[in-house]
Nanobody, 122 residues
Framework: QVQLVESGGGSVQAGGSLRLSCAASGYTYCMAWFRQAPGKEREGVAR????????YYGDSVKGRFTISRDNAKNTLYLQMNSLKPEDTAMYYCAADRSGGSCSLLPGRYTYWGQGTQVTVSS
C-alpha cells in the first residue's frame, strides 16, 4: 500500500507560479500528476519514472510545468509556471509499483492522493 499526501495548491493570478508537493510512503515505480476540472475528464499532466528520472508531459503543459522527485524525501513535485486560467482544476498525485510502460492514462495508476485545488484567475 502506498499513501500519497498532496500540498501546495492555492489561488494565483494568470502568469504566476505554484509548486505542488506529494509525499509518498513506500516504493513506487511510476509517479504522475493528473488534473480534473469540473465537468471534464481527468487529464494527465506529467509523469516520472522514479528510478531513471525519465519524464513525460502532456501537450497542454509542456514548457511551463516541471515534474521532479526528491528520492531522499520520497516526495514528488510539480513546478507550475506561466499559469493560465485553463489550468484551474483539482490536481491529483498518482503512483504505481508495477514495472513496464509508464503512461499518462489514469488506469495505469493504483494509488491516488486526495487532491489539491489550483485556481488561476485572469
Amino acid at each position: 500500500q502506498v499513501q500519497l499526501v498532496e500540498s501546495g495548491g492555492g489561488s494565483v493570478q494568470a502568469g504566476g507560479s505554484l509548486r505542488l508537493s506529494c509525499a509518498a510512503s513506500g516504493y513506487t515505480y511510476c509517479m504522475a500528476w493528473f488534473r480534473q476540472a469540473p465537468g471534464k475528464e481527468r487529464e494527465g499532466v506529467a509523469r516520472i519514472l522514479t528510478g531513471s528520472g525519465s519524464t513525460y508531459y502532456g501537450d497542454s503543459v509542456k514548457g511551463r510545468f516541471t515534474i521532479s522527485r526528491d528520492n531522499a524525501k520520497n516526495t514528488l513535485y510539480l513546478q507550475m509556471n506561466s499559469l493560465k486560467p485553463e489550468d484551474t482544476a483539482m490536481y491529483y498525485c498518482a503512483a504505481d509499483r508495477s514495472g513496464g510502460s509508464c503512461s499518462l492514462l489514469p488506469g495505469r495508476y493504483t494509488y491516488w492522493g486526495q487532491g489539491t485545488q489550483v485556481t488561476v484567475s485572469s
